[in-house]
């Protein structure tokens, strides 16, 4: 078990560009979720997979943010035409839906820089 | 999910407990209290949940008063690697809604 994995853990990006960031849960999770973190607050929820299904958005996951996870194992989050605004650290977590009371596990994390 | 309210700041002083409070005077029956802490610039540590029973486990105890409306996190040693930012959630939906949070600093 080697937990939950984010990559890049670094991106600076200019406004107006796409970027993606890739998680990879914890083997056999079948749950995924992402959240948002900005300086000083706590994370905020954006979206959660069950297997390949997405379940519950955010209404803080505008149009430009979209999510995936097709065949129920690691997910991608890409945000298009990124703004100073989607600066921020972007989590993601795993757990599974049947063992325990669904405690969540986090990955380190990816901070996005737009310039 | 119910609110939580927890103190923005605490400190302690290394070895000595630690004892973060949370306030969930609206929690449902189906609710647990989590504790999640997170250190800078990491991603946040699952550290303890319960119901109704205190629980205990090799991080920290978590006590539930009866009626369920607060909880206490007790870190029985604090060391300096637990200066962190402390949450704590009254959950009943799958994701978690973290507040701010009690920023917690062991002082030596």
């Known amino acids: 078990d080697t937990g939950v994995s984010q990559d890049p853990r670094h991106k600076i990006t200019k406004r107006g560009q796409n970027v993606t960031f890739r998680c990879d849960p914890i083997?056999?999770?079948?749950?995924l979720y992402w959240y948002r973190q900005t300086l000083g607050q706590g994370p905020e929820f954006l979206t959660y997979?069950?297997?390949?299904?997405?379940?519950?958005k955010s209404r803080l996951l505008s149009d430009r943010f979209s999510a995936e996870r097709p065949k129920g194992s690691f997910s991608t989050l890409e945000i298009q035409r990124t703004e100073q605004g989607d600066s921020a650290m972007y989590l993601c977590?795993?757990?599974?839906?049947?063992?325990?009371?669904?405690?969540?596990?986090f990955g380190p994390g990816t901070r996005l820089t737009v310039l | 999910d119910a609110k939580t309210t927890q103190p923005p700041s605490m400190d302690c002083a290394e070895g000595r407990a630690a004892n973060l409070p949370c306030n969930h005077s609206?929690?449902?029956?189906?609710?647990?209290v989590y504790w999640y802490r997170q250190i800078h610039s990491q991603g946040p540590q699952y550290i303890i949940h319960?119901?109704?029973n205190n629980e205990t486990n090799e991080m920290a105890s978590l006590i539930i008063t009866e009626d369920r409306k607060s909880s206490t996190l007790i870190l029985p040693h604090a060391t300096l690697r637990d200066t962190a930012v402390y949450y704590c959630?009254?959950?009943?939906?799958?994701?978690?809604?973290f507040g701010a949070g009690t920023r917690l600093t062991v002082k030596p």
């Open positions: 959630i009254a959950r009943g939906t799958p994701d978690m809604r």
């Open positions: 977590a795993s757990s599974h839906r049947d063992r325990g009371q669904g405690e969540q596990f």
């Open positions: 997979f069950q297997n390949e299904a997405q379940l519950e």
């Open positions: 319960g119901l109704k």
């Open positions: 083997s056999e999770h079948n749950r």
């Open positions: 609206t929690i449902s029956g189906n609710e647990y």
